[in-house]
């Protein structure tokens, strides 16, 4: 069964901090997505990787870094989260440009 | 720009019918339809191409209306199990990995 962790469900953390999310896929996929979900927004694209240690910017990257070091893991960094931060943080991966397999999410509350 | 999806949310009985839609701004390469049920990762549906080809894996069936930049997705003689918020993608090109996602339309089926 295919599989995408995240490696929080839920996470609280201070206006400020530095927070790490962490996404590893085990379907050997060369993509890899950071979306946010808010209510009445959808999904809006963070950044994504095509491949490792390559990146690229969606729609929303202000505030937000990446790393992907290796292949089956995408992280995604908040260099000084702020409270516009809170969401629900979802990652993605794909072999196509087809279909994409989602996390389960971390919902993160900035405070 | 997001494409535009409605209704917002629609609430239904066991087996009626349910059509949503999702409207672009910009000519569209493909469409992709996924469900999200509450708490969960959003799961693939299937992908509308332009030129008519579509895949997917699910017993829904959706149309890609490329002259009018919009597709819709039919949801017939729903069963409790369809309930969750549906968001399209689209991509404007082909090869494409980066999808803009709708805002999403939530869908309640009831006994």
């Known amino acids: 069964d295919v599989k995408v962790t995240q490696s929080s469900r839920y996470l609280v953390k201070r206006t400020g901090e530095k927070v790490f999310l962490e996404c590893v896929q085990d379907?050997?996929?060369?993509?890899m997505f950071w979306y946010r979900q808010d209510p009445g927004l959808g999904l809006r694209l963070i950044y994504f990787?095509?491949?490792?240690?390559?990146?690229e910017k969606g729609d929303i990257p202000e505030g937000y870094s990446v790393s992907r070091e290796k292949k089956e893991r995408f992280s995604l960094i908040l260099e000084s989260a702020s409270t516009n931060q809170t969401s629900m943080y979802l990652c993605?991966?794909?072999?196509?440009?087809?279909?994409?397999?989602f996390g389960p999410g971390t919902r993160l509350t900035v405070l | 720009q997001q494409p535009v999806q409605s209704p917002q949310a629609v609430i239904l009985r066991e087996g009626e019918d349910a059509v949503i839609n999702c409207s672009s701004s910009?000519?569209?390469?493909?469409v992709h339809w996924y469900r999200q049920k509450h708490g969960e990762a959003p799961v693939f549906l299937m992908i509308?191409?332009?030129?008519?080809e579509q895949k997917g894996h699910e017993k829904i069936s959706a149309s890609f209306n490329e002259k009018k930049q919009q597709s819709s997705l039919y949801l017939t003689a729903s069963q409790l199990s369809y309930s969750g918020t549906y968001f399209c993608?689209?991509?404007?090109?082909?090869?494409?990995?980066?999808?803009?996602f709708g805002t999403g339309t939530r869908l309640k089926v009831l006994a």
């Open positions: 993605a991966s794909s072999s196509t440009t087809d279909e994409q397999f």
């Open positions: 379907m050997d996929h060369e993509n």
């Open positions: 990787s095509y491949d490792v240690k390559m990146k």
């Open positions: 910009k000519a569209l390469y493909s």
């Open positions: 509308l191409l332009k030129g008519g």
């Open positions: 993608g689209t991509a404007a090109t082909s090869g494409t990995y980066k999808y803009i």
